[in-house]
């Protein structure tokens, strides 16, 4: 079975431009979640959504940040504008429910120059 | 404010002997316990699970959980080089489904 698809592996692009990462999770799986990752600050969550329904953007550092989810099988984080801090490993994950493990994708390597 | 704490290490140890990584959480309705195991420049992958007080044994790992003492542990036997990596705890809290993150326990596998 595929698991959590994400694209693109790697993005760099330069400040202000827009960015777009995209998540294919694991067929069956009710709950996304997206995740960013650097060395200080560890595993942050950033967003998490449940048969395609935003639960909780708490994590969304600010209003650059958005995320959608159109259908089970397919969701964006977007950044606009992006900047250098924004620069970290964006993780997607998926669970078949929510009390129940979380399968991470590859993840994308944004930099932002 | 719901944590989960891990001391950073890096933890050494000599290859065959036993690894053991622990983790304590805050919040007593957790209901849920898993480490993850992560490659530098690779993403999170689940090793083990754990939902009640006891022993869970998989192969050469085994989690531990302590609900009074809220405490997870996880122990290597027979600890390979392959092991070296970043264990990574999540806690689980059935209210809002979010998994609560350790910082991770960078652990070496000396041969």
């Known amino acids: 079975d595929a698991g959590v698809i994400q694209s693109p592996r790697h993005e760099v692009t330069e400040m202000g431009q827009e960015v777009t990462l995209r998540c294919k999770p694991i067929?069956?799986?009710?709950?996304l979640f997206w995740y960013r990752q650097t060395m200080m600050r560890g595993l942050e969550l950033l967003i998490y959504?449940?048969?395609?329904?935003?639960?909780?953007d708490s994590g969304m550092p600010e209003d650059r940040f958005s995320a959608k989810m159109p259908n089970a099988s397919f969701s964006t984080l977007k950044i606009q504008p992006s900047e250098p801090r924004d620069s970290a490993v964006y993780f997607c994950?998926?669970?078949?429910?929510?009390?129940?493990?979380?399968?991470f994708g590859d993840g994308t390597r944004l930099s932002i120059l | 404010q719901k944590e989960v704490e891990q001391n950073s290490g890096p933890l050494s140890v000599p290859e065959g002997a036993i690894a053991s990584l622990n983790c304590t959480y805050s919040?007593?309705?957790?209901?849920?316990f898993f480490w993850y195991r992560q490659y530098s420049g690779k993403s999170p992958e689940l090793i083990m699970s754990?939902?009640s007080n006891g022993d869970k044994e998989d192969g050469r790992f085994t989690a531990q959980l302590n609900k009074a003492s809220q405490y997870v542990s996880l122990l290597i036997r027979d600890s390979q080089p392959s092991d070296s990596a970043t264990y990574l705890c999540?806690?689980?809290?059935?209210?809002?489904?979010?998994?609560?993150w350790g910082a991770g326990t960078k652990l070496i596998i000396k041969p």
């Open positions: 994950a998926s669970s078949p429910q929510g009390s129940q493990p979380q399968h």
């Open positions: 067929s069956g799986h009710d709950y």
């Open positions: 959504f449940n048969n395609n329904v935003p639960i909780d």
């Open positions: 919040d007593r309705g957790s209901q849920s």
């Open positions: 754990i939902y």
């Open positions: 999540a806690v689980n809290i059935w209210s809002n489904y979010q998994l609560i």
